[in-house]
């Protein structure tokens, strides 16, 4: 059996377990969370707007990309650690708009977001680190194929049909990091989006299209020949990856290779403050500061000196300034248009210095760390390392999370759908989203 015959196979039989449909409602809490105020309009944001202005038909085709921007426009939405990218912000909104033109019942909405969420994180180990590395964004990339699994599941497609639809994703699957800083980076998660609802419309009109060698082909060109294809379908679901490795819901509105940073800013300003301290003599006496990471470890968060909000979310050097200053990396900090001018001096004085005694962050991201180092007026330093493990296990109140960007008339109401526990439920979220 090829590659893709066998792939169509596991993600047409595989049976997600309760376990699996409960992580899958939490990660539809968070894309509820990072996608309303952004629907809402309650961010300053141009994207949306635009892109509503330009797709007016509300085709199938255009809600999935308009949903698929609105996740991911804020840079707050979830993270997967085998996928290398956000998976939910590029299924969900494709099943989502599916969802509003051929109804289907919560059990296979669930079932073809986690299939989706599996075949995410299979696709990243396949492709190894040497895709990201390349310069691909693998949100818009490996998401594309991502989405095109869990609408074959929802659809229920024959195992012909699915190979043929992911053939179709993946040879129209791109995007560059090239972009990040700029708001076509939340547009390539619409792209995937919209790419897989694509390809999925051309599948059931009969379009004709490979059924073998194309995720191979595709693998192999865009991983510097490392790939690794048996990946995509060895031990499927065992265990699902969304709840192993699981996925990782943001504490900031920020680049994920941010957090550890902000972190341990955060605790070098509560040891300040705990001594009894002023946040001013803090602000007023730091010289210099300096951030440690294994070789390599900054390659998302590549940008210095960020020119507006989106920028700044790429930027460890504002990322740590704002942390000291407002002990939170705030919304309204990062959002697009202007930046604080009250964090620019600081982050000035931010310095890279990456750790060449640590293995290149490209072998394990897993075991990515932060070292924040303040140099004071007075000659003392204070220095605090935060790993990516120490702010994974903290965890994410995503309920909290929603709450808060639920503040308008129906929080309650969208908060209590978004369980998915009847039909009923499913309709009223989709519709919400939808609007």
């Known amino acids: 059996m090829n590659l893709t015959a066998a792939l169509a196979a596991a ?30 309009g309650k961010v300053p944001d141009s994207g949306l707007p635009a892109l509503r202005h330009l797709w007016q038909d509300r085709s199938l085709r255009s809600q999935a990309l308009l ?3 609105a996740g991911h426009a804020l840079d707050y939405d979830d993270f997967h650690a085998d996928f290398r990218g956000h998976p939910s912000v590029v299924i969900l909104p494709a099943l989502f708009a599916w969802q509003q033109y051929q109804p289907k019942r919560p059990e296979q909405f669930l079932d073809a977001y986690v299939t989706g969420v599996e075949m995410a994180g299979r696709l990243g180990l396949a492709a190894t680190q040497q895709h990201y590395a390349q310069g691909y964004h693998n949100t818009a990339t490996l998401g594309t194929l991502a989405a095109a699994a869990a609408l074959a599941r929802l659809l229920e497609m024959e195992r012909e049909a699915t190979a043929t639809l992911l053939g179709i994703a993946a040879t129209q699957a791109s ?12 547009l390539h998660a619409g792209f995937a989006a919209e790419r897989a609802v694509t390809a999925a419309q051309l599948t059931l009109a ?42 990782e819901f943001k504490p900031f509105p920020t680049c994920a290779g941010t957090h550890s940073a902000a972190e341990a800013a955060r605790i070098l300003r509560q040891q300040w403050l705990a001594a009894g301290k002023s946040l001013d003599a803090l602000l007023s006496q730091i010289v210099e500061i300096t951030v440690a990471f294994p070789p390599g470890g900054d390659i998302a968060a590549s940008i210095r000196t960020p020119a507006n909000g989106i920028e700044a979310r790429f930027s460890l050097e504002y990322v740590i300034a704002a942390m000291l200053i407002y002990g939170d990396l705030r919304l309204e900090d990062f959002a697009e248009g202007n930046l604080n001018q009250q964090v620019m001096p600081l982050a000035s004085r931010v310095r890279r210095t990456p750790d060449e005694t ?41 309920n909290s999370k929603l709450h808060r960007a639920l503040d308008d008339a129906p929080p309650e109401l969208l908060a209590a759908v978004s369980a998915l526990r009847s039909a009923a439920d499913l309709q009223t979220l989709t519709g919400a989203l939808n609007r």
Do not use: C, M
Request: proline share 7%.
């Open 175 to 186: 995007g560059l990091r090239a972009q990040f800083g700029s708001a076509v980076k939340p």
């Open 358 to 398: 640590a293995p290149p962050d490209a072998l394990n991201p897993a075991l990515r760390f932060h070292v924040v180092t303040l140099r004071l007026s007075d000659g003392t330093t204070r220095h605090q390392r935060r790993t990516r493990q120490a702010s994974l296990a903290e965890g994410v109140d995503v």
């Open 11 to 40: 993600i047409l039989d595989g049976q997600p377990d309760a376990a699996a449909h409960e992580h899958a409602r939490e990660g539809i809490r968070d894309f509820l969370a990072v996608s309303w105020p952004v629907l809402q």
């Open 67 to 69: 949903l698929g921007y």
């Open 206 to 247: 009969g379009f004709d299209g490979r059924q073998q060698g194309v995720i191979e082909a595709f693998l192999a060109a865009s991983s510097a020949g490392q790939a690794q294809p048996e990946t995509v379908i060895e031990n499927w679901g065992s265990p699902w990856r969304i709840i192993t490795p699981g996925l």
